[in-house]
């Protein structure tokens, strides 16, 4: 319904604004004798398709600008939120997720604004009070990982979901090993994170 | 949770037992069921008048099941149709092999019934106790369990001890948009009811020591909280020691106070909280960068345990120290390089004896195994062996505990006695957890009808 009523007032306002550009094509014949006028008419012409050219290229050069810093903060949250993995019963943090969470640090350090929520997780193995409290442990594990870079502690906050939710339910050793992780999510300065060096 | 372990794991130790025994690690074995002559127990169906037969037989069936969960009587299958009725004969139940008699007659009351019950003992051709109580109409809320009292009560006359019928299992369900609720059932499996619930985690219920109070976890808006509910009235208040996380609460033996785990200032701890005040958090234990958690006090108060990583092996063991903090001794085995893990300790509450949940290899699934709190790195006994078996709580007569299992029949809470080996469903489902049996909710005496005539014991 409403698709249909604004086809139909462009069809109303396309030719009223086809009309209004064409307006100013008979002037030379009617204007002819004043040939000074005609040329200074015409110079503002060229000088107004001179800027409008300048802003198009501005624009487009601004549009350029803020879609590669859309993609800049779309891969700076990517980084940010990338979800690091422990070893079974482990907190300790093993050597792909030092290198994750080493991703994490300079574009903490461009983001000062930027704060962090970690949630620890546990396979379904074990006591569920046990998994609550080793998902806190690697949500703390990670935390202070970050903060060994000298990054400010207050940044983060840690809490734990234990077993309680799997990144996939199944029960196997598949299952586990992403089960068994900790995920963090952007929870102040999403909105115009930045990558280092721009 | 979803807990299902593979059957294949589930025969490391069914399946090649020989292997399993070499690979068990010193200090563990397996427990086998305690074959002491158990008494036969005939329970004759008992009588009353035509308008009230029917309630007379579902107290009979009541208090021959609870006899029955009970393990410590064999019980009569069957009773011969000239047995079901007149004048007991001893020679007769002598020849049937039967030890003891229980007799009901059931009267109409001004709020339901009175239950006579005799209690013979046959191989002496004498009564062996008596006694008349009041029981609630049967569609009174507290019916069965005043007939489950009753049932204590006759074990009591019988093995000097009382049952454990008049209880209930507190427990929690996981759902699966994310809320947890808080439910409760009778000891018998009758009655599974949702109490409480919540949207975000609801963890831990554990009762006040004279089971009406139930404390447990949450962690909705407002971050982690205790709640203490009134089991009787359904009011409850909040609770909020503070911290990151509250983990394992349990009673002080006097009530007043709770011990957990608490996660603050990204440190884990042992504390103590005032209850009646409502403040003053008081640090236990919690070194540095250990995690330290499930709090249980002793049956005397004067001694704790608590889980701890403190040996630094990733794994979580079990220590007991004095109440007030100190020094620690390891109570499960540990062997370096084994990958042990023992957690969910459970401390029984008519002996030294604990409780708890591990396995003492990677491979391994979890299987409930008891230790002596006396004796700190002594002989740990495995009470099951097949299937993932975890969290067990100890019923008040420190013999039976309930426990989640899973992979060895449907998955759910099930009931062990850790004697007779004997064990069955409290209640199936995959997503019930943290069941926590309650003290004795009722006693006999409670019942009583004070006009009876005295008892006649000789």
């Not at chain 1, 234990?162 to 900790?182: F, I, K, L, Y």
């Not at chain 2, 957990?260 to 005040?277: A, F, H, K, T």
């Amino acid at each position: 319904m409403l698709r249909q009523m604004v086809l139909a007032a462009l069809v109303i306002v396309l030719p009223l604004a086809t009309c209004a550009r064409r307006q100013p094509a008979p002037a030379p014949v009617s204007a002819a004798p004043d040939t000074a006028g005609e040329g200074a008419r015409r110079a503002a012409e060229r000088e107004r398709a001179r800027q409008d050219s300048i802003a198009r290229a501005r624009a487009a050069a601004e549009e350029a600008a803020r879609r590669a810093g859309a993609e800049g903060a779309a891969r700076a949250r990517a980084i940010l939120e990338e979800t690091v993995f422990f070893d079974y019963d482990e907190s300790a943090i093993r050597s792909d997720a030092q290198e994750s969470l080493a991703r994490k640090v300079p574009i903490l350090r461009a983001n000062p604004g930027a704060r962090i929520r970690i949630s620890g997780h546990a396979d379904e193995r074990g006591s569920v009070e046990y998994n609550l409290a080793l998902g806190m442990r690697r949500a703390a594990a990670a935390r202070q990982y970050l903060i060994g870079f000298g990054i400010s502690a207050d940044r983060f906050e840690t809490v734990s979901f234990g077993e309680d939710r799997p990144a996939d339910p199944a029960s196997n050793e598949q299952a586990w090993t992403r089960n068994r992780r900790a995920e963090f999510v952007v929870t102040a300065g999403a909105d115009n994170l930045v990558m280092p060096g721009n | 949770m979803r807990r299902k372990m593979l059957a294949a794991a589930g025969c490391i130790l069914a399946c090649t037992g020989p292997l399993a025994a070499q690979e068990q690690p010193r200090g563990i074995r397996l427990a086998a069921p305690y074959n002491v002559q158990r008494p036969l127990v005939a329970v004759r169906p008992f009588t009353a008048a035509e308008p009230i037969a029917e309630a007379a037989d579902s107290l009979t069936a009541i208090v021959q099941r609870d006899l029955t969960f009970n393990r410590r009587f064999r019980m009569l299958p069957a009773l011969p149709q000239e047995l079901q009725a007149g004048a007991v004969d001893y020679r007769q139940w002598n020849a049937l092999n039967v030890v003891y008699l229980v007799l009901g007659e059931v009267t109409p009351s001004e709020r339901g019934y009175v239950l006579a019950v005799t209690v013979h003992d046959i191989v002496y051709g004498r009564v062996l106790n008596q006694q008349r109580y009041a029981v609630p109409a049967a569609t009174e809320p507290d019916f069965r369990m005043a007939v489950h009292a009753v049932a204590d009560e006759v074990v009591r006359w019988i093995a000097q001890t009382p049952g454990i019928a008049a209880t209930r299992i507190a427990l929690t369900r996981q759902n699966g948009g994310g809320s947890y609720d808080l439910l409760l059932v009778d000891s018998d499996g009758y009655g599974l009811r949702r109490v409480a619930g919540s949207g975000g985690q609801l963890y831990s219920p554990t009762w006040s020591p004279n089971g009406q109070r139930l404390l447990y976890a949450v962690n909705a808006d407002r971050g982690w909280q205790l709640i203490e509910r009134d089991v009787a009235s359904g009011s409850q208040r909040t609770i909020d020691p503070g911290g990151e996380m509250i983990l394992t609460p349990s009673y002080s033996r006097d009530g007043t106070r709770v011990l957990l785990g608490m996660w603050r200032q990204n440190r884990s701890e042992l504390v103590e909280y005032d209850l009646e005040r409502q403040c003053c958090v008081r640090r236990i234990s919690g070194q540095g960068n250990d995690l330290e958690a499930y709090p249980v006090p002793s049956p005397d108060g004067r001694r704790l345990l608590f889980v701890s990583d403190r040996l630094h092996d990733g794994r979580p063991h079990i220590f007991v120290m004095p109440a007030g903090g100190g020094d620690a001794a390891l109570l499960t085995p540990y062997e370096r390089g084994q990958r042990n893990y023992y957690t969910s300790p459970a401390w029984s509450p008519t002996s030294s004896r604990v409780a708890f949940h591990g396995h003492w290899n990677s491979r391994g699934t979890y299987q409930i195994m008891l230790a002596d709190a006396d004796r700190p790195g002594g002989q740990i006994e495995q009470v099951t062996a097949h299937g993932n078996n975890e969290d067990p709580s100890w019923a008040p007569d420190g013999r039976h505990l309930v426990y989640t299992s899973s992979g060895d029949g449907p998955a759910g809470l099930y009931i062990l006695d850790v004697e007779s080996q004997e064990r069955r469903v409290l209640a199936p489902g995959g997503n019930l957890r943290m069941a926590e049996w309650s003290p004795r909710l009722l006693r006999a005496a409670d019942v009583l009808v004070r006009s009876s005539p005295p008892n006649e014991e000789m």
